[in-house]
């Protein structure tokens, strides 16, 4: 009884609150003779609150990073500098993995809910910024991918 009751809650801790979708966002760049710039601001040209920035830089060629999803975190992806490709994967059986590229400073990749990513071919001046609608929270990872597979199925449920 005690295990079930265990197991249970385990399943149920595992259950994504948000719908699983990625989509390209293109933001508008404020250009004029001096150059470019873009502003990002919370529930207007992107779908959430950021409560966190933090960017990846310097990635030494041929390192593939990622290799996990989220349980609930929103996040927006872009490539200030350089380009490195994100590979998407929802878990489905029907589902081809999707390769995005990203190498432009106007291009947000908006990732939310149960989506295995990797993030591959960094380009040696690649920053890519990540705009995230919580902080960092271990217990939100899912690390393994056979057990994110598994709780994709839960949450068909
Ligand atoms: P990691 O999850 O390996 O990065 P990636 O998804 O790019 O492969 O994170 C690298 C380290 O940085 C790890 O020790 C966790 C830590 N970290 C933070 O402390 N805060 C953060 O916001 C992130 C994303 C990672």
Redesign the pocket.
């Known amino acids: 009884m005690e295990i079930l009751q265990k197991n249970m809650n385990k399943n149920t801790q595992k259950k994504s609150l948000v719908p699983t979708k990625f989509e390209s966002i293109n933001f508008e760049i404020k250009g004029d003779s001096r150059g470019s710039l873009i502003a990002i601001e919370n529930n207007k040209n992107i779908p959430f609150e950021i409560k966190?920035v933090?960017y990846?830089f310097d990635t030494k060629i041929g390192v593939e990073?990622?290799?996990?999803a989220h349980l609930n975190l929103q996040q927006i992806l872009i490539a200030v500098s350089g380009s490195c490709q994100i590979v998407l994967d929802n878990g489905k059986p029907e589902n081809n993995n999707e390769i995005i590229t990203l190498n432009n400073p106007n291009q947000g990749l908006y990732i939310s809910g149960l989506i295995w990513r990797k993030?591959i071919n960094f380009s040696p001046d690649c920053v890519l910024l990540v705009l995230a609608d919580d902080f960092?929270n271990e217990s939100d990872y899912i690390r393994n991918y056979d057990e994110f597979l598994k709780v994709v199925k839960s949450n068909e449920q």
């Open positions: 966190r933090y990846i990073r990622g290799f996990h993030m960092y």
